[in-house]
């Protein structure tokens, strides 16, 4: 089926195959089929002749895009809007579907050229540091007369950090890069700003320039260089030469990866400067898993992690993750869970325990581009108590907060993000209302006179074997609350135009959405919705009920939804139905 890679919210884009009603490889006798139903000259009436040819149009329309290779791939890779990109006409026919996708990519990127210069990138991370440590370390008896008044624990922000960026194109290999950051820590602080100029030389690797400076470490200048070595492994490079008060102080560092298979990095890296170290790690990223081993042997620092992460296959993308870390300056280990909380924002929170650090309680939100980290210190010593409720208090706040203020926003939002779709559609849907009732008039009529008396009464009273075949009873389009029970204004009558789709007693409707067929309509975006039937075949009464995107044949072989037979026995079918268009 037909997909776009862009959504600029168009409703009902049309499509072709539904319109048609058939698969990719039984296009020829289906549009034949329907040109001689829907042809203008066919019919005397002015009326019925102008509905008739907005149905041929359309029909004539499909068939040339469908029938063209060119185009026909254009339209299954992006659907109508593919086709209504500029440029087309330049491009080589007789091409793959890899090579139009390339060439799609190839027209958008121009287009999008024009907007570089309106293009930022911003990215910023905010860090507050807590200190609660009056909450779980006691107070000494010396000190008992000194504690705050009330015996409530103090509690401070002992330091913060903010750091903000922004990308500007300056051509279409470079860009600019400005950042800054602010810190503080415990009334001491200070700030740096930095420029980046960055320019991919080729598909293989990019090089950048940067200028920093500061009324800490003073001015900097750095150069960094990205290249893929080969398919599977590539280095990066960067080398820098920082101007302090204590002299000049060079620094360079050197990183090689490479793909073990395709689940699993090994990253090498050297680093020489103020901090030398040589860390290697193993990174394995599955579907459900993401583990993590490394070893740094540096000084000051040297240490082996592990951390696993567990990912789980649901909406919200909720996460569980841990890792152990030991080194010289102790072992620490970390829990937590991250969750997507709405479309852009993600919560995580981690519980820290380590020896001698303490026990720290790290909440960090991820809003689009935006980071909040918020590392919260409880304690100095390892205190079961402090570990416990840094875990569960998280948990049954997090819990609260999502019943009552999560999950009540996020229905709302969707609420107004559906009545807003139904606001922009409300003209194109009523356009398509029209035409489908256009379409029901019409078909009502070729359903009497070629359908109606050739089918029925040639058999009933011709050949004397009565009403065997197919005949559609009662149709309704739209959404059902139940099989037996639909939702007020948004269900509609569809039994005539299914009549006319009826073909040698059979009725075979495609996989593809039931709102393009002619005479139909969406009576509610944005919603699930099901096609049920009631029809007769062989003197017997079924009903079905299939969903909107699902392929339908009737009758079957073995039918699974048979009328209960005293209804079939005293039923009797009203001919209005088969020639009257009823909204439910």
Known sequence: MATSLEDDGEPNNQDYYSLLNVRKEELKASYRRLCMLYHPDKHRDAELKRQAEQLFNQVQTAFTVLSDDHARAIYDIFGKKGLEVEGWEVVERKRTPAEIREEYERLQRERDERRLQQRTNPKGTISVGVDATDLFDRYDEDDFDEAPSGGFPHIEINKMHISQSIEAPLTNSDTAVLSGSLSTHHGNGGGNIAMTIRRVTSARGWGEVEFGAGDVLGPVVGLKMFRNVTQRCWMTGQCGVQFSPRGVRPSCSLMAARHLDCNTMGYLQWRWGPNSAMTTSIVRDTKS??????????????????????KFQDEDQTRVKGSLKTGWFGTVVEYGVERKVSRHSVLSASVSVGIPQGVTLKIKLSRASQTYLFPVHLTDQLLPSAVFYATVCPLLVYLAVHRLVIVPCTQAQKEQELELQRINSATDIAKKKQEAESAVMFLYFVLVFYIYLFHILFRCFICGSGVSGLIILNAWYGKFVSELKQEKNKVIDVTVPLQCLVKDSKLILTEASKAGLPGFYDPAVGEEKS?????????????????????????????????PHHLIKHYHPPKHHLIKHHPP
């Open 531 to 563: 096609l049920k039937l009631l029809y007769q075949f062989r003197g017997v009464m079924h009903q079905v009920l299939s969903a909107d995107t699902e392929a339908l044949r009737i009758p079957k072989q073995c039918e699974q939804h048979h009328l």
């Open 289 to 310: 898993t993401h583990l993590t081993l490394a070893l740094q042997l540096g000084v000051p620092h040297s240490y082996l992690m592990l951390s696993c992460q567990y």
